[in-house]
């Protein structure tokens, strides 16, 4: 804190009025010796034991010392300096001849009541400029406590409302994070429900595959039992010509199970170019991701790194979860880190082949593959 010089109020004043009162006591000096002087006769000397003390003027207090310089004030005006008291000019007496001894008069009562008068002014100079003195050291006392107090008090609002600030910044950051709770749960249970959705309609599909194979299997028993009821008809009426029936019958058989096997054959045929187009997809899948993978240097042998996958239509990626890692934890990330800068993946466009093969994936990584 500056601390600064508090100028006494009336300084300049309480100066002039000094000068004046110095001047009015000298003024009645010269007038109460010179109103006794006479022409003529003897001439009668005033004997002064000693001469009244001129009231000083009341300098200003000291100021107080300064921590550091202030900024540079314009120049006060420099104080009057006192009047020359003047001189009382001796006139020459001449030399008179020898009289006889006259005895010094005492002083007379107005010369000691001017005394009197002029120590009793200064004292109340002294007192007045004490006075003065500790008016001012009180004011600057009371301002540099009102100062202290008022960078207190900032200081407090300030403390006060950095805290304030900080309460309100925790508070919105828990209102963001239990924000982004309730949506990771909400997220979490949509997809739960979806996953439940889709697996409840492929338990549907399955029991509809399985129905239409029993009604299959069904139509094919009866089939069989009706043609087992006329050939025992046909045999029981016409037995001879039982061998050509039975061979006709055989013959019926045989071109079934060809027709069968064919069927079986077609069927294992269409499995196989099924497997094989889902085996290309899932081949393009893992060509596009491995070749984003970044090794780390220091891997050692061929580890292998299981991921499942949950796709989009569209090919871009759900979520990608380690299920076996590869013992490397870098490389295992680098993994995870390609899975999702290779969206969108090369999926078909089919959607029930989609569903069936690539909604959710199984894909194995080796780095040496």
Do not use: C
Request: proline share 10%; hydrophobic share 35%.
């Amino acid at each position: 804190m500056n601390l600064r010089a508090v100028d006494e109020p009336g300084r300049v004043t309480s100066g002039a009025l000094a000068v004046l009162v110095h001047l009015m006591f000298f003024s009645l000096l010269v007038f109460g010796v010179s109103w006794q002087k006479r022409i003529a006769g003897p001439v009668v000397v005033d004997l002064w034991q000693d001469l009244p003390e001129p009231v000083n003027k009341v300098s200003p207090p000291p100021e107080p010392p300064k921590p550091a310089p202030p900024k540079p004030e314009p120049p006060r005006p420099a104080p009057l300096p006192p009047m020359p008291a003047p001189e009382v000019k001796k006139e020459p007496v001449a030399p008179l001849p020898p009289a006889p001894k006259v005895e010094a008069p005492k002083p007379s009562a107005a010369d000691i009541e001017l005394k009197e008068k002029l120590r009793k002014q200064k004292e109340e100079d002294e007192a007045a400029r004490r006075e003065e003195e500790k008016k001012a050291e009180a004011e600057r006392r009371e301002k540099q406590e009102k100062a202290e107090l008022e960078k207190r008090r900032l200081e407090e609002e300030q403390k006060k409302a950095e805290a304030e600030r900080l309460e309100e910044k925790k508070k919105a950051e828990l209102e963001k994070r239990r924000l982004e709770e309730e949506q990771k749960k909400a997220e979490a249970e949509r997809l739960e429900e979806k996953k439940k959705a889709e697996l409840e309609k492929r338990r549907l599909e399955e029991e509809q595959k399985k129905a239409e194979l029993e009604k299959r299997r069904l139509e094919e028993e009866q089939k069989k039992a009706e043609l087992e009821k006329r050939r025992i008809e046909e045999e029981r009426k016409q037995r001879a010509a039982a061998v050509e029936r039975e061979r006709q019958q055989q013959e019926v058989v045989r071109k079934q199970r060809e027709v069968e096997e064919t069927k079986r054959r077609a069927e294992a045929a269409a499995r196989a170019a099924h497997q094989k187009l889902i085996d290309d997809w899932k081949a393009r899948i893992e060509a596009k991701i491995k070749n984003r993978v970044v090794v780390p240097q220091n891997m050692e042998g061929n580890p292998e790194a299981r991921f499942e996958v949950v796709l989009l239509p569209g090919g871009d990626v759900l979520s990608a979860n380690l299920k076996k890692s590869s013992g490397n934890p870098a490389y295992d990330e680098a993994v995870g880190r390609a899975i999702m800068v290779a969206q969108p993946l090369p999926v078909p466009a089919e959607t029930e082949l989609f569903q069936d093969s690539f909604r959710e994936l199984t894909l194995v990584f080796r780095p040496k593959d």
